[in-house]
């Protein structure tokens, strides 16, 4: 049973399973970089994924396009992003304890607005999968990275768009100024809250597309609280990823991998107890970081509020 | 102090009362979504929490985890570290409280009962201390290790409730319920007022609330924990051993997250069971900010936020609406509370700016600059 | 600055005006039952809307509640995700204080506090699911249990799977191991009985709500060759969204699900709570307060097996399943796999 576990169309499976896990992880992971480098913690992306995934949902379920859905999270998402912004940027609160209570505010109203608008689980036809032409033609590698639905690809495309943006451009160099030393970006000139309501704008309208991708695109359905804590882990991964877009991409992809791979055993029926494969993403993860973690200098200003002197 | 500051002080402690009702304030637009008479649904919430001996039984048997859930986040806090992992810590603490308190039942209740809350609190302390350690030693983030965490824990409570730890009488009758077997009665927790679930492990979280006041504010140990909270660069130049107290913080934080199940396990079910927790490890967050993560201020914080909680699920009973109103409300609360903050510290300020008696003190509440860098991370 | 502490105190005055109100009407209304509206109230760990376990109860309670004559006849409570077992007990306690005819406590980790509560209210009835003890060794009276034998509709959903699979590799998508047990143990049977080589791969999520999981468990079952899926929990949504979209069938169990997947939902196994409820009012009303154990079967209708109506199934295949419903009925075939039950 287990070389089954190594034979190619089972490893290409594997990946092709991974690419596709580590979706929602990426896109709200990006946009948590996003905060988290110009120095806010947002612990609340699963409620804005919640909320996300509920609006995009709503919006096909009553006719519209599928990226008129997208278009509608994405509003919904900054609406979220500002609302925390407001709190934990205007308000200065505690960063850490906000995000709880916009988690619990996205999933309490997600699931009030499903209940009221809605009612029953119901199905929508989403993204559907979409070869590209030529490249899925790659033996192997084409059906691992080329045959997926168009917010997969988009995940990926986001990659290397934030590390542009984070590192390339004026507004990138603002964020990590902020996150850096506020203090000095504001004697710069640089609006310290206005460049952290921007990333949190970012980072909500990621997470709430990060919550479509679920609804619109992998599961084509809403289900109260189904993201079912991953925005959490996705906070996490930004740590892993140590506030770097690859490093993101990495933990995400690690940690879709390594739950593929569980899947997997389990469907080949191969005597591993189910009651480990399951632990064994998040056993991992900390594993790997464990042996690759460098004391990485994290944005200084992280989850510290910014007052002008007076 | 005179009797000006005094009342100023009050209005801070009021404040995220005041906060919470404006929060409710604007609920009221929910309720109108759902079409709920909001005087109706209000009502409910306070008279479920508070309006009679049910009401007020269920808000203090729910402070109860809260209070200590909450203590254990004031310290990690307080520390400089952030424990998102509460919810596991409570998880391993009950499975370990259980396992002992089964297995060595025949012992004699005096030894059996302190043993069975040890049992708790060291499973918490394991499970706490291991990101502790990987964040002192290798440099792991503690935010990605206790979340993480926690889904190890809720995996291995799923697997020992099915498996070894699975009550032998339901083997025996063919109903496989995923819990344990009864805890031998003699080591429950007494219940203080009959017919209610409430028990004397809420004495026993107001005594560790008193506990945690001294050890970090009256002991060495307790000073290096803020010390390295406030400023880990200053104090490895004085000579604080960093990595261990960040350990100790997290460790400790476990333990009285672990203790926290062990008290639910002995007091509430008497046994291990699904659904034992079920968010406390967030709530005791929450908990612990409405009491300025002061652990003498996490006592009235946890009953307030428990009335909050016990009214909801009344409100829900009592007008109909779905379960997820009360947790849209809840958020509602804990971002205007938290937003609140800001009026304590610009008055605390001016306060300063007035009499000059200002700076940091030792003492309960007040967020002034210096604690706020501390906890700035929350 | 203190204007504006006026004007919260002021607030906090009015509300609690308001509840000081409130207060009396809601204790008058709970006190006069005479000439009521039979009551239930009900607590469930999920949502009214999970289209698994708890749906299946409220759906019942709805459908008992039509055919009485609606609200006139009979008032439904319900509190909905109770998966904090403190805060079920307070809801049972509440429920039944507040002079309830009925209290399910629809929730296996609820046994504790259905007796501890049952013990105090002699007057009230409970029920108790899943569970087949009433508590009557412990003497008490009051509480009725119920229960699906989930395996007989497991074993014609196995035999439905084994017919239509043309590869004979067929998935199942669990929650957590060793749950669902009974039904995934008679899917497993019912497949043997009629192809006893096919491959049934089994996989868990390790958790009831991982709907992300869950689809991705349904991706691999179908690229791992299978082309018939089922499972269980709320979780299930997910994947059946992916089997619609692969056009890879679908056998339900719990809740009407073919309205998520209108294609490839084949089959339905049915939990239809509303005999048993109906049968508890009866009892209820001559007085008797609980003591009985129901369990869903095929042979007392509580369990149904659906047809999608939309879809075209061979005749063979509805034959074979209704063939495998009377063998279980006339007790033909024992789809009973677990070696600890009964």
Not at chain 3, 203 to 219: C, P, V
Request: net charge negative; with cysteine.
């Amino acid at each position: 049973m287990i070389d089954e576990l190594f034979t190619i169309s089972t490893l290409i499976g594997i990946l092709h399973s991974c690419v596709r896990l580590a979706t929602p992880y990426l896109f709200a992971s990006l946009g948590e970089t996003f905060g988290q480098r110009s120095g806010v913690l947002n612990l609340g992306v699963d409620g804005i994924m919640l909320m996300g995934a509920f609006f995009a949902f709503y919006a096909v379920f009553e006719g519209h396009n599928l990226w008129v859905g997208v278009l509608v999270a994405i509003a919904v998402g900054i609406l979220m992003g500002l609302l925390k912004a407001f709190v934990s940027v205007t308000m200065q609160s505690l960063q850490g304890i906000s995000g709880i209570g916009l988690y619990l505010f996205g999933l309490g109203l997600s699931s009030l607005l499903f209940k009221t608008l809605i009612g029953s689980v119901e199905g929508v036809s989403g993204f559907r999968q979409l070869a590209i032409p030529l490249l899925s033609d790659i033996p192997g590698l084409g059906h691992i990275l080329f045959n997926h639905n168009a917010l997969v690809y988009l995940a990926y495309i986001m990659v290397p768009v934030s590390w542009f943006v984070i590192n390339r451009t004026t507004l990138g160099l603002k964020i990590r100024a902020v996150g850096h030393n506020p203090e000095a970006a504001d004697t710069l000139g640089v609006s310290v809250n206005g460049v952290r309501y921007t990333t949190l704008m970012i980072g909500g309208a990621l997470a709430a597309v990060a919550g479509a991708s679920l609804s619109i695109g992998l599961q084509n359905v809403f289900q109260e609280n189904m993201t079912n804590g991953l925005g959490f882990i996705a906070v996490a991964l930004v740590y892993f990823g140590s506030w770097r877009t690859v490093g993101v991409l990495g933990g995400s992809l690690l940690f879709s991998l390594v739950n593929a791979l569980q899947l997997w055993v389990q469907a080949l029926d191969i005597p591993v107890p189910s009651e480990v494969a399951v632990m064994m993403p998040y056993i991992m993860t900390i594993v790997v970081l464990a042996f690759t973690a460098r004391q990485i200098q994290k944005p200084a200003a992280l989850a510290r509020s910014y007052e002008r002197g007076e | 102090m005179n009797t000006r500051l005094y009342l100023a002080k009050l209005i801070d402690l009021l404040l995220p009362v005041l906060a919470m009702v404006i929060a409710l304030v604007v609920g009221v637009l929910l309720l109108f979504l759902l079409g709920t008479d909001p005087f109706e649904a209000y009502s409910a919430l306070i008279r479920g929490a508070l309006g009679n001996i049910s009401g007020i039984t269920q808000t203090l048997t729910k402070a109860t985890p809260l209070l200590l859930v909450g203590l254990g986040i004031c310290i990690a806090f307080r520390g400089g570290v952030i424990n998102i992992g509460g919810e596991g810590q409570i998880v391993v603490g009950a499975l370990a409280a259980t396992a002992f308190g089964v297995g060595f039942g025949n012992l004699p209740a005096l030894i059996l009962l302190p043993l069975t809350l040890i049992s708790g609190a060291a499973a918490g302390l394991i499970w706490g201390g291991i990101p502790g350690l990987l964040k002192a030693r290798l440099g792991v983030n503690e935010i990605l290790t206790t979340v993480m965490m926690n889904q190890i824990a809720l995996r291995l409570m799923n697997f020992l409730l099915r498996g070894p730890m699975l009550d032998p009488e339901h083997v025996a009758a063919g109903t496989s319920i995923p819990q344990s077997a009864t805890l031998p009665e003699s080591i429950w927790l007494t219940r203080l007022v009959p017919r209610t679930l409430f028990h004397s492990g809420a004495i026993l979280a107001v005594l560790l609330a008193l506990a945690v006041y001294f050890l970090l504010w009256r002991t060495t140990i307790g000073y290096r924990i803020r010390a390295v909270g406030l400023n880990p660069h200053a104090s490895r130049y004085a000579g604080i051993p960093v990595a261990k107290y960040v350990t100790l913080s997290l460790a400790l934080s476990g333990m009285l997250c672990g203790l926290a199940g062990a008290v639910e396990v002995l007091g509430v079910h008497h046994r291990m069971l699904e659904g034992l927790s079920g968010g406390y490890g967030f709530s005791g967050i929450v908990a612990a900010l409405f009491g300025k993560l002061h652990p003498l201020g996490a006592i009235p914080a946890s009953a307030l936020f428990g009335a909050l909680l016990v009214g909801a699920d009344k409100m829900q009973r009592a007008v109909q609406v779905p379960s997820a109103l009360a947790i849209a409300l809840q958020g509602l609360v804990v971002l205007f509370v938290v937003s609140s903050d800001l009026y304590v510290r610009r008055r605390t300020r001016r306060r300063v700016g007035d009499d000059g008696s200002g700076g940091p003190d030792n003492g309960p509440p007040a967020a002034e600059g210096e604690k706020r860098e501390a906890i700035a991370e929350v | 600055m203190l204007r504006r502490i006026r004007v919260f105190t002021l607030i906090f005055l009015l509300l609690l005006a308001g509840c000081g109100r409130g207060d009396d009407n809601g204790d008058g209304e709970a006190i006069d039952a005479e000439g009521q509206p039979f009551r239930i109230a009900i607590v469930m760990p999920s949502s009214t809307t999970d289209i698994a376990w708890s749906q299946s109860m409220f759906d019942s309670l709805v459908a008992v509640q039509t055919e009485m004559g609606g609200e006139d006849a009979l008032k439904i409570a319900y509190s909905e995700g109770m998966f904090r077992v403190t805060d079920a007990s307070a809801a049972i306690r509440d429920y039944a204080s507040e002079g309830f005819d009925l209290v399910i406590a629809h929730g296996a980790q609820y046994g504790n506090s259905v007796f501890e509560v049952a013990a105090d209210f002699t007057e009230t009835s409970f029920a108790w699911g899943t569970s087949s003890d009433t508590g009557a060794d412990r003497g008490i009276e009051n509480v009725f249990a119920y229960g699906a034998v989930a395996n007989e509709g497991g074993y014609v959903n196995g035999v439905v799977a084994a017919m239509l699979s043309q590869n004979d590799v067929i998935g199942v998508i669990g929650p957590v191991a060793g749950d669902a047990k009974l039904y995934i143990d008679g899917f497993v049977r019912g497949v043997t009985e009629v192809k006893p080589d096919a491959q049934v791969n089994i996989s868990y999520t390790g958790s009831f709500s991982d709907t992300t999981l869950a689809a991705e468990a349904a991706h691999v079952h179908i690229q791992a060759g299978a082309d018939v899926l089922t499972g269980s929990a709320q979780q299930v949504v997910g994947a059946i969204g992916v089997a619609n979209e692969n056009g890879v069938a679908w056998l339900g169990t719990q809740s009407d699900q073919i309205s998520l997947g209108p294609d490839v939902v084949v089959t339905n196994q049915i939990y239809n709570w509303a005999n048993v409820v109906a049968d508890m009012i009866s009892k209820i009303e001559k007085g008797e307060l609980g003591g009985t154990a129901y369990r869903l079967t095929f042979a007392n209708d509580g369990l149904r097996l659906e047809f999608n109506e939309n879809i075209e199934i061979a005749d063979e295949v509805k034959e074979a399943a209704r063939t495998a419903i009377e063998d279980i009925k006339s007790g033909a075939v024992d789809p009973v796999l677990l070696e600890e039950d009964e």
